[in-house]
């Protein structure tokens, strides 16, 4: 069974950064297409950050565009969103997902597994 799990989370000002990691346990996870998504209270999952298996096809959902970078280190079966000039519309329970087909796409139903979320709260 294929896991998933976030880490670097946390609480930061407005115009600060993190850097969300979500690592995979399967070793070939090189063919994954990832995503990521995120949940604000009372409001649906969204897309936020995808990138192909082969990792020379990312996209971003336009809010984040210019301060998110989704990467990938297949070596450390780990993949990264960093998330600069964070904004407090960006709080929110952060997920990766992977698709095993390597697609990585925008909607929900484009992955296999997902992770158990990670909290991130940016204040003002």
């Known amino acids: 069974q294929v896991q998933l799990v976030e880490s670097g989370g946390g609480l930061v000002q407005a115009g600060g950064s993190l850097r969300l990691s979500c690592a995979f346990s399967e070793r070939t996870s090189a063919r994954y297409g990832m995503g990521w998504f995120r949940q604000a209270p009372g409001k649906e999952r969204e897309f936020v950050a995808r990138m192909t298996g082969s990792g020379r096809t990312t996209d971003y959902t336009d809010s984040v565009k210019g301060r998110f970078t989704i990467s990938r280190e297949n070596a450390e079966n780990t993949v990264y969103l960093q998330m600069n000039d964070l904004k407090v519309e960006d709080t929110a329970v952060y997920y990766c997902?992977?698709?095993?087909?390597?697609?990585?796409?925008?909607?929900?139903?484009?992955?296999?597994?997902w992770g158990q979320g990670i909290q991130v709260t940016v204040s003002s």
């Open positions: 997902a992977a698709d095993r087909h390597g697609l990585g796409g925008s909607t929900k139903g484009s992955y296999d597994y």
